[in-house]
């Protein structure tokens, strides 16, 4: 058994030493992004989705109602502000710089008053560039399910 130990030790020394090694790579931050390059990264986006036709109906004088109708629920309300509302976007793609957009509307007893912020409808075009695929179910309402189809495979009736 000792002699067993000693020489497992030297093997178990070579292969911890030929962890620390480099292989000749000089350049890691090149080995890192090969890396993270195999992992998927996915197309994040958070907040409101505002279109260029929403931006074209939105005027002053249209009541809270009317503009919540047409921009849906602001991303931020703030409670000591309540006469302002925020409509945030946030878009990051993979290798690409995050986009954010902020729309900030003021309203005075219940009227949109003012219009602020940059807001750069990208999404239009973005969702011509999609494609429409077109998938047929089957219908199997009068088939039978797969354990009846297994019973009836190996020989049992599905009667009993």
Request: glycine residues 10%.
């Amino acid at each position: 058994m000792r002699m067993g130990f000693i020489i497992s030790l030297p093997i178990m020394a070579a292969l911890v030493a030929g962890g620390c090694s480099t292989f000749g790579y000089t350049d890691s931050a090149a080995i890192d992004e090969w890396v993270w390059s195999l992992v998927h990264r996915p197309t994040i986006q958070q907040g409101n989705v505002i279109t260029q036709a929403m931006l074209d109906e939105l005027e002053t004088g249209m009541s809270q109602e009317q503009v919540r109708f047409l921009l849906g629920t602001p991303a931020l309300v703030d409670v000591f502000h309540p006469n302002r509302w925020d409509y945030l976007y946030w878009l990051k793609k993979p290798g690409a710089e995050p986009q954010n957009q902020r729309l900030s509307l003021y309203f005075e007893e219940g009227v949109l008053m003012r219009i602020e912020g940059q807001y750069t409808p990208g999404v239009e075009g973005e969702a011509q560039n999609l494609e429409e695929v077109l998938v047929e179910v089957p219908d199997n309402s009068g088939s039978d399910g797969i354990i009846t189809r297994t019973l009836e495979a190996i020989g049992v009736d599905k009667d009993q």
